[in-house]
C-alpha cells in the first residue's frame, strides 16, 4: 500500500472571519481565498508572507471563481449577488443582483458563469452582456455544488433534496437524475480525465460514478465521521483529498478509493474547526486547507 508522508509547510492568517473558499492563482504559486468577512486575498507560496487584500466586499463569500484568460475574479456575495473584480488593479468591474439567498458556486463554461443558489435555481449568466440568460429550476432545495466535464460536454450539480443532476453545457437541458444520497450533496468533482464523478455529502459518505456507464455507482466509503464539504483531485489525477466538518483532510488512492491518510490537529497540527474547502496546487504538489478556525494550511504530501 502506498503510504504518504506529510509536512505542514505554513498557515496563513490574516481572515477575520471563517475562510469558506479557495481559487488557484495566474501562477502557480499563487491562490486567492474567500471568507466570512467579505474579504478577496490573494496568498504567495513563494513569499508566505501577509496575504495581498483583492477586494472588501459586505457580507461573506461562499463562492470564487477565477477565469485566468480574462484576468478576473468572480465573487458570490452571499444574499446579494455576484461581483466582476479585476484583480490586477483591485477594482471592481461590475455587479449582478441575483437573489436573495446564498451563492454556494459558481463555475464557467465558455462564455457562460453557472451559478448555484439556496433557492434550488440554477442561474446561468452571459459572461460578456453581464445579463442573466436562463435559471433553472429543478428542486426547490439548494443548489450546492457544480462540476464541469468538458470532456463529455456535461456538468453535475449537487442538491440538498440529496440528488445530482446531470446537465448538457450545450444548451443546459436536464439529462439525468440520480438518488445519490441520504443528505445534502456538498462535493462533485470529475476526474481529470473525466471518467469518474466523485460526490460527498452531509450524510459522511464518499461514492463514486462511472460516468461513461450512465454514472453507475462504483464504489461507497464511510468517509469521514461528518459532512464531507468539499474534494478535489491531484493534478496528476492518481489521488484526491477530502475535507470534512469533523476537522479532517484525508487522502486517498484515485483507482480504488483506498485511504491513505488523515491530516488532523493530533497528528498534524491540522485545523481545529470545519474544514471546508481543499485546493490542490501544481506548486510543488502543495495542498491547501481553509477552515471555519480563520486560517489557511499549506501541506507538504510526499507519496512513498
Known sequence: ????????????????????????????????????????VQWDLQQLGDGELIAKLNSSIYSLLHIADKKILIAGE????????????????????????????????????????????LTIVDLEKWAVKKRIATSEKSARTIAINEKTGEMAVGFSDHCIRIFSLR???????????????FALSYSPDGKLLLSGARDAKLKAWDVLSSYTQTEEVAAHLYAINHLTFAPDGK?????SMDKSIKVWRADDLQLLKVIDKGRHAGHGTSVNKLLWTSYNNQLISASDDRTISVWDLLFL
Open 1 to 40: 500500500m502506498s503510504k504518504v508522508q506529510v509536512t505542514k509547510l505554513h498557515t496563513f492568517a490574516g481572515h477575520r472571519d471563517c475562510v469558506y473558499t479557495l481559487q488557484p492563482g495566474s501562477k502557480p504559486n499563487l491562490f486567492f481565498s474567500g471568507g466570512g468577512d467579505g474579504m478577496v
Open 78 to 121: 452571499n444574499y446579494s449577488g455576484i461581483h466582476l473584480i479585476d484583480y490586477e488593479n483591485k477594482k471592481e468591474l461590475a455587479s449582478l443582483q441575483l437573489t436573495t439567498s446564498a451563492i454556494f458556486d459558481v463555475q464557467h463554461f465558455e462564455n457562460d458563469l453557472i451559478i448555484a443558489t439556496g433557492d434550488g435555481l
Open 171 to 185: 444548451d443546459f437541458e436536464l439529462k439525468q437524475e440520480i438518488k445519490a444520497h441520504t443528505n445534502s450533496i
Open 239 to 243: 489521488h484526491f483529498a477530502t475535507c
